[in-house]
Protein backbone atom coordinates (compact mmCIF):
# COMPACT_ATOMS: atom_id res chain seq x y z
CA UNK A 1 0.00 0.00 0.00
CA UNK A 2 1.39 3.15 -1.07
CA UNK A 3 0.68 6.05 1.89
CA UNK A 4 2.12 10.11 1.84
CA UNK A 5 2.57 12.12 5.17
CA UNK A 6 1.37 15.59 5.11
CA UNK A 7 1.49 17.81 8.01
CA UNK A 8 -0.38 21.57 8.87
CA UNK A 9 1.67 23.32 11.14
CA UNK A 10 3.44 20.01 12.52
CA UNK A 11 -0.11 17.96 12.74
CA UNK A 12 1.51 15.17 10.96
CA UNK A 13 -0.94 12.57 9.33
CA UNK A 14 -0.44 9.31 7.30
CA UNK A 15 -2.53 9.59 4.01
CA UNK A 16 -3.94 6.84 1.80
CA UNK A 17 -5.68 7.48 -1.47
CA UNK A 18 -8.51 5.55 -2.10
CA UNK A 19 -9.15 6.75 -5.11
CA UNK A 20 -6.38 5.18 -6.39
CA UNK A 21 -5.70 1.84 -4.26
CA UNK A 22 -8.36 0.05 -2.39
CA UNK A 23 -9.74 1.17 1.28
CA UNK A 24 -7.63 -0.74 3.65
CA UNK A 25 -9.79 -3.29 5.26
CA UNK A 26 -9.12 -2.84 9.22
CA UNK A 27 -8.28 1.19 8.94
CA UNK A 28 -8.28 1.11 13.02
CA UNK A 29 -5.56 -1.41 13.48
CA UNK A 30 -3.90 0.39 10.42
CA UNK A 31 -4.04 3.40 12.22
CA UNK A 32 -2.15 2.35 14.91
CA UNK A 33 0.34 0.49 13.59
CA UNK A 34 1.15 2.59 11.16
CA UNK A 35 1.01 5.81 13.67
CA UNK A 36 3.37 4.60 15.87
CA UNK A 37 6.80 6.67 16.24
CA UNK A 38 8.58 3.81 17.10
CA UNK A 39 7.60 0.55 15.37
CA UNK A 40 5.38 2.95 12.17
CA UNK A 41 5.58 5.47 10.79
CA UNK A 42 4.87 7.91 13.07
CA UNK A 43 2.09 9.88 13.01
CA UNK A 44 -1.09 11.64 14.98
CA UNK A 45 -3.13 9.62 12.78
CA UNK A 46 -4.40 8.09 9.34
CA UNK A 47 -6.22 9.41 6.98
CA UNK A 48 -8.26 7.73 3.86
CA UNK A 49 -8.69 9.94 0.81
CA UNK A 50 -11.79 8.56 -1.09
CA UNK A 51 -14.38 9.30 -3.71
CA UNK A 52 -17.01 11.11 -2.74
CA UNK A 53 -21.24 11.12 -3.94
CA UNK A 54 -21.38 14.95 -2.72
CA UNK A 55 -18.45 16.69 -3.23
CA UNK A 56 -14.87 16.39 -5.02
CA UNK A 57 -13.22 13.94 -2.06
CA UNK A 58 -14.02 12.35 1.10
CA UNK A 59 -11.86 12.18 4.31
CA UNK A 60 -11.83 9.66 6.46
CA UNK A 61 -9.71 10.02 9.65
CA UNK A 62 -8.58 7.87 12.17
CA UNK A 63 -6.55 8.68 15.70
CA UNK A 64 -3.40 7.67 16.53
CA UNK A 65 -5.14 4.92 18.96
CA UNK A 66 -7.54 3.34 15.93
CA UNK A 67 -10.98 5.73 17.07
CA UNK A 68 -12.50 7.58 14.40
CA UNK A 69 -12.92 11.38 14.44
CA UNK A 70 -15.58 13.35 12.74
CA UNK A 71 -13.32 16.36 11.96
CA UNK A 72 -9.25 17.30 11.56
CA UNK A 73 -9.06 21.24 10.56
CA UNK A 74 -5.49 20.39 9.39
CA UNK A 75 -6.19 17.01 8.12
CA UNK A 76 -8.36 18.42 6.02
CA UNK A 77 -6.32 21.10 4.40
CA UNK A 78 -3.68 18.47 3.49
CA UNK A 79 -6.33 16.75 1.76
CA UNK A 80 -7.27 19.39 -0.21
CA UNK A 81 -3.37 19.67 -1.18
CA UNK A 82 -3.20 16.26 -2.22
CA UNK A 83 -6.67 16.13 -4.32
CA UNK A 84 -5.02 19.56 -6.16
CA UNK A 85 -1.24 18.02 -6.55
CA UNK A 86 -1.93 14.87 -7.39
CA UNK A 87 -4.42 15.77 -10.11
CA UNK A 88 -7.66 14.04 -8.51
CA UNK A 89 -9.50 17.25 -9.08
CA UNK A 90 -7.51 20.42 -10.30
CA UNK A 91 -9.55 23.13 -9.40
CA UNK A 92 -10.10 25.86 -6.35
CA UNK A 93 -12.52 25.71 -4.31
CA UNK A 94 -12.44 22.14 -3.53
CA UNK A 95 -15.31 20.73 -1.79
CA UNK A 96 -14.39 17.82 0.79
CA UNK A 97 -17.03 15.74 2.65
CA UNK A 98 -16.26 15.37 6.30
CA UNK A 99 -17.76 13.90 9.36
CA UNK A 100 -18.82 17.76 10.01
CA UNK A 101 -20.58 17.81 6.60
CA UNK A 102 -19.20 19.04 3.38
CA UNK A 103 -16.68 21.67 3.27
CA UNK A 104 -15.42 24.65 0.68
CA UNK A 105 -11.76 25.34 0.40
CA UNK A 106 -9.84 27.97 -1.28
CA UNK A 107 -6.26 26.74 -2.60
CA UNK A 108 -3.55 29.31 -2.61
CA UNK A 109 -1.37 28.10 -5.87
CA UNK A 110 2.59 27.97 -5.67
CA UNK A 111 4.28 27.11 -8.90
CA UNK A 112 1.80 24.47 -9.51
CA UNK A 113 1.51 23.50 -5.88
CA UNK A 114 -1.16 24.15 -3.00
CA UNK A 115 1.02 26.55 -0.60
CA UNK A 116 -1.76 27.38 2.01
CA UNK A 117 -5.82 26.28 2.26
CA UNK A 118 -8.35 28.57 3.47
CA UNK A 119 -11.09 26.36 4.72
CA UNK A 120 -14.89 27.15 5.68
CA UNK A 121 -15.47 25.20 8.75
CA UNK A 122 -19.09 26.39 9.00
CA UNK A 123 -20.87 27.45 12.41
CA UNK A 124 -19.41 26.44 15.82
CA UNK A 125 -21.87 24.24 17.80
CA UNK A 126 -23.07 25.88 21.06
CA UNK A 127 -25.74 23.29 22.39
CA UNK A 128 -24.17 21.43 25.16
CA UNK A 129 -25.95 18.27 24.29
CA UNK A 130 -24.53 18.58 20.96
CA UNK A 131 -21.38 19.20 21.40
CA UNK A 132 -21.53 16.79 23.29
CA UNK A 133 -20.86 17.79 27.66
CA UNK A 134 -23.35 17.47 30.34
CA UNK A 135 -21.70 20.93 31.62
CA UNK A 136 -24.35 23.64 31.80
CA UNK A 137 -24.69 26.37 29.36
CA UNK A 138 -25.46 26.81 25.52
CA UNK A 139 -22.44 26.93 25.29
CA UNK A 140 -20.79 25.75 28.64
CA UNK A 141 -18.66 29.17 29.56
CA UNK A 142 -16.38 29.85 32.14
CA UNK A 143 -17.91 26.72 34.15
CA UNK A 144 -16.12 24.49 36.91
CA UNK A 145 -15.06 21.49 36.12
CA UNK A 146 -13.26 19.47 39.13
CA UNK A 147 -10.31 17.69 37.38
CA UNK A 148 -7.66 15.80 39.61
CA UNK A 149 -8.30 17.55 42.86
CA UNK A 150 -8.35 20.89 41.34
CA UNK A 151 -11.37 23.20 39.94
CA UNK A 152 -10.93 24.64 36.65
CA UNK A 153 -12.84 27.18 34.90
CA UNK A 154 -13.61 25.97 31.24
CA UNK A 155 -15.52 26.72 28.03
CA UNK A 156 -16.83 24.66 26.02
CA UNK A 157 -17.52 24.46 22.02
CA UNK A 158 -17.69 22.02 19.15
CA UNK A 159 -16.15 22.22 15.38
CA UNK A 160 -17.47 19.15 14.76
CA UNK A 161 -15.68 17.57 17.30
CA UNK A 162 -15.77 18.92 20.92
CA UNK A 163 -13.65 21.12 22.34
CA UNK A 164 -12.84 22.49 26.10
CA UNK A 165 -11.08 25.61 26.53
CA UNK A 166 -9.10 26.61 29.77
CA UNK A 167 -7.89 29.64 29.44
CA UNK A 168 -4.37 29.91 31.57
CA UNK A 169 -1.74 33.02 32.49
CA UNK A 170 1.49 30.60 31.58
CA UNK A 171 0.66 27.23 29.87
CA UNK A 172 2.72 24.51 31.39
CA UNK A 173 3.36 20.68 30.77
CA UNK A 174 1.50 20.28 34.14
CA UNK A 175 -1.58 21.47 32.55
CA UNK A 176 -1.39 19.65 29.22
CA UNK A 177 0.53 16.50 29.82
CA UNK A 178 -1.07 16.44 33.63
CA UNK A 179 -4.54 17.62 33.29
CA UNK A 180 -4.91 16.83 29.31
CA UNK A 181 -5.56 13.56 29.56
CA UNK A 182 -8.00 13.83 32.12
CA UNK A 183 -9.96 16.54 30.66
CA UNK A 184 -10.00 14.21 27.71
CA UNK A 185 -11.58 11.11 29.59
CA UNK A 186 -13.99 13.14 31.82
CA UNK A 187 -17.14 11.89 32.46
CA UNK A 188 -18.84 15.31 31.74
CA UNK A 189 -17.72 14.48 28.21
CA UNK A 190 -19.60 11.47 27.16
CA UNK A 191 -17.48 11.16 23.38
CA UNK A 192 -14.25 12.04 25.21
CA UNK A 193 -13.04 15.73 24.41
CA UNK A 194 -10.04 17.58 22.81
CA UNK A 195 -8.40 20.00 25.91
CA UNK A 196 -6.99 23.13 25.01
CA UNK A 197 -4.79 25.29 27.52
CA UNK A 198 -4.71 29.08 26.04
CA UNK A 199 -2.71 31.69 27.09
CA UNK A 200 -4.28 35.45 25.55
CA UNK A 201 -0.99 37.55 24.08
CA UNK A 202 -3.50 40.20 22.92
CA UNK A 203 -6.89 40.79 21.79
CA UNK A 204 -6.04 39.62 17.94
CA UNK A 205 -3.13 36.72 19.11
CA UNK A 206 -3.31 33.73 21.25
CA UNK A 207 -0.63 31.22 22.49
CA UNK A 208 -1.92 27.24 22.42
CA UNK A 209 -1.45 23.53 23.51
CA UNK A 210 -3.66 20.76 22.57
CA UNK A 211 -3.86 17.38 24.20
CA UNK A 212 -6.27 15.75 21.45
CA UNK A 213 -9.04 13.13 22.03
CA UNK A 214 -7.16 9.87 21.17
CA UNK A 215 -3.52 10.70 19.75
CA UNK A 216 -1.89 13.47 22.65
CA UNK A 217 -0.20 16.21 22.36
CA UNK A 218 -0.34 17.86 19.17
CA UNK A 219 2.14 20.10 17.39
CA UNK A 220 -1.26 21.94 16.29
CA UNK A 221 -5.17 21.61 15.93
CA UNK A 222 -7.50 23.15 13.58
CA UNK A 223 -10.39 22.69 15.19
CA UNK A 224 -9.39 23.39 18.48
CA UNK A 225 -7.70 26.56 17.01
CA UNK A 226 -11.37 27.62 15.90
CA UNK A 227 -13.03 26.63 19.11
CA UNK A 228 -10.40 28.95 20.50
CA UNK A 229 -11.77 32.22 18.54
CA UNK A 230 -15.36 31.22 19.64
CA UNK A 231 -15.23 31.00 23.19
CA UNK A 232 -11.98 33.75 23.54
CA UNK A 233 -14.83 35.82 21.74
CA UNK A 234 -17.60 34.98 23.52
CA UNK A 235 -15.62 35.28 27.20
CA UNK A 236 -14.31 38.79 25.79
CA UNK A 237 -11.00 38.12 25.82
CA UNK A 238 -10.24 38.10 22.13
CA UNK A 239 -11.61 39.50 19.00
CA UNK A 240 -13.06 37.62 16.29
CA UNK A 241 -9.95 37.37 13.81
CA UNK A 242 -6.71 36.41 15.41
CA UNK A 243 -3.39 34.56 15.17
CA UNK A 244 -3.18 31.13 17.25
CA UNK A 245 0.83 30.63 17.91
CA UNK A 246 0.62 26.52 18.21
CA UNK A 247 3.95 24.47 18.74
CA UNK A 248 3.90 23.42 15.23
CA UNK A 249 3.41 26.74 13.62
CA UNK A 250 0.57 29.32 13.33
CA UNK A 251 -2.97 29.45 12.23
CA UNK A 252 -5.08 32.31 11.37
CA UNK A 253 -8.65 32.71 12.13
CA UNK A 254 -11.84 33.77 11.44
CA UNK A 255 -15.01 33.96 12.90
CA UNK A 256 -17.07 36.13 10.62
CA UNK A 257 -20.33 37.81 11.61
CA UNK A 258 -21.83 38.13 8.11
CA UNK A 259 -22.34 34.27 7.98
CA UNK A 260 -21.52 33.04 11.54
CA UNK A 261 -19.29 30.11 9.82
CA UNK A 262 -15.20 30.04 11.29
CA UNK A 263 -12.65 30.51 8.29
CA UNK A 264 -9.76 28.59 9.29
CA UNK A 265 -6.68 29.48 7.46
CA UNK A 266 -2.72 27.42 7.57
CA UNK A 267 -0.31 25.84 5.29
CA UNK A 268 -0.06 22.26 4.26
CA UNK A 269 2.75 20.90 3.45
CA UNK A 270 3.72 16.95 1.97
CA UNK A 271 6.51 15.68 3.65
CA UNK A 272 7.44 12.46 1.78
CA UNK A 273 5.71 8.82 0.10
CA UNK A 274 6.30 5.01 0.91
CA UNK A 275 4.91 1.68 1.01
CA UNK A 276 3.66 0.38 3.93
CA UNK A 277 3.52 -3.93 3.79
CA UNK A 278 0.13 -5.17 2.03
CA UNK A 279 -0.12 -7.79 4.84
CA UNK A 280 -0.32 -4.79 7.58
CA UNK A 281 -2.97 -3.46 6.22
Known amino acids: MRFWKLHGCGNDYIYVDCFRQPMPHDPPRL ?6 RH ?3 GSDGLILICPS ?3 DAR ?3 YNADGSEAEMCGNGVRCVAKFVYDHGLVRKSPLTIETGRGV ?3 DLEISNGKV ?3 RVDMGEPILQAERIPTTLAGDPPLEVALDVAGQTLRVSCVSMGNPHCITFVDAITDAHVLGLGPQIEQHPAFPRRVNAEFVCVNRPDEVTMRVWERGSGETLACGTGACAVVVTGHLTGRTQRRITAHLPGGDLQLDWSERDNHVYLTGPAVEVFTGEWPEGNC
Not at 31 to 36: G, K, T
Open 39 to 41: FGV
Open 31 to 36: SRAISD
Open 115 to 117: RQV
Open 103 to 105: LTL
Open 53 to 55: DKA
Open 59 to 61: MRM
